[in-house]
């Protein structure tokens, strides 16, 4: 589906360059060439002569290519304009509903984390009283007991089906900011107070917290 903007017929568009360019060109080549030192007033007369004519050549060629690119230009910035304007609600469809489906896949992420979690920990205790029992028993080699086992087998396989919400969609967190004070951020950090929001990205790197900004994390999928 790559035609769906009409695309300009431009496709055997011909560029030549004028005669008397060529002209004008060789000419200035030509006494430029014969320029081979600069040793006294005559030379320097010559030679300022052949750069003069060389930069002339270099100005209205480039004066030239600017006039000749600019319709092409146009078309570029009215097609992006075109494009952009068909795509707005597309756009804002498209990152309102990431934005709703990254925060469900985030809370389903949590719930896997907060399950394994709590999968070790019961795994932990089962393993510790395993070995409570050995110890009471007197046989530390004792082997584990095979409802242990399958306890522990049933906590894994549990936590091992707890699959992200929605499969192949992938999710991007991303730490938001805003100033709310700036005069607390001034007396508190300094350092940070600049309109370059980069020293404020550097820093919530290491901490969520700065006097005077309110920090969240958004997600989004893709």
Known sequence: MSNLISKPVMDNAEVVIAEDAYSLRNHALLDAGNIVAVDDVFDANAAA?????????????????????????????KIDAIAKEFLADVVAEEARIAKMLGAYQRIERDKKVAAQREAMAAENAIMIEQ??????????????????LDKIAELRNQVADKHDAVAGVKVKTTTKFEVLDAAVLLQARPDLFTPDDRKIRAALKHTKTIPGINVWEETKAY
């Open 49 to 77: 002569t052949a750069q003069a004519a060389l930069k002339h050549i270099l100005t209205e060629i480039e004066s030239s290519r600017k006039d000749v690119k600019a319709p092409i230009l146009q078309i570029g910035r």
């Open 131 to 148: 070995a409570q029992k050995a110890a009471d028993s007197g046989d530390v080699m004792q082997p584990i007991e095979q409802t242990a």
